[in-house]
């Protein structure tokens, strides 16, 4: 059995930074698929043809479907009994949703890590924040450097139930055809919204900080839904 040839524009490391080299092939499988999945190469809603794929990844169908459970657990793919299995379509509901739950956790995160980083750790995503200034013309890159400040403010406040909770949610986010940060004027007003939100992290006020990435992701939720 072989290993699944890359995809022309995929990386060596997997989304959480292990180097695929290291993983099961199921494992390396599911990467390539989530990272297609994200890109809307596989659009959500459409069936996965695991004929079409086991060929041409050169795997069997052992791989692929251990491959299609773990994305399934991540909620990216739905599998249909007796119809296969389908990129996972998400609904004005569903982005709701998980707006709210991110909301909870997030901001509760950022109260904590106003209350207890080091000054190193403050440090570290001030420098985050000062990429994120720096790409905010180049939208691919500053959806990149926003997802880091995100996930290293949760590193930081140190919960890895809701680490992975909140990795699994922003998974799904996403699929969703209409992303906050594409829409017109998003960039600006959420970069300004970071900046509010390190200037209280900065300040240790941790009440505030709680209320402004609160803020933030009632903002990002409501530029997501608006068409």
């Known amino acids: 059995m072989v290993a699944p040839r890359p995809d022309a524009k995929s990386t060596d490391t997997s989304t959480n930074g292990t180097r695929l080299a290291d993983m099961p092939l199921y494992q390396r499988v599911a990467e390539r698929l989530r990272e297609r999945i994200v890109a809307h190469t596989m659009a959500p809603g459409s069936w996965i043809n695991e004929q079409a794929l086991t060929a041409e990844l050169g795997i069997s169908r052992t791989p ?10 991540e909620g990216l793919v739905t599998m249909k009994l007796r ?48 990429h994120l200034e720096a790409t905010v013309d180049e939208r691919d890159a500053f959806f990149a450097a926003n997802e880091r400040f995100h996930m290293r403010v949760l590193e930081i406040a140190d919960n890895r139930w809701r680490n992975q909770m909140v990795a699994d949610l922003r998974k799904v986010m996403k699929l969703y055809r209409h ?5 017109q004027g998003r960039l600006q007003a959420s ?7 390190m200037a209280a ?17 009632a903002s990002g939720k409501e530029a997501a839904a608006k068409k």
């Open 64 to 73: 692929l479907r251990e491959a299609l459970k773990v994305l399934a657990s």
């Open 83 to 130: 119809r296969g299995a389908y990129v996972t379509e998400v609904s004005e509901r569903d982005l709701s949703e998980v707006f709210h739950l991110l909301s909870l956790l997030e901001s509760d995160a950022a109260a904590v890590v106003a209350k207890q980083a080091s000054d190193d750790e403050i440090a570290e995503l001030s420098d985050l924040h000062e």
């Open 179 to 183: 992303h906050s940060l594409f829409k």
């Open 191 to 197: 970069l300004k919204e970071h900046r509010k939100i």
């Open 201 to 217: 992290l900065k300040a240790r006020n941790a009440t505030l900080a709680q209320e402004l990435m609160l803020q933030h992701l």
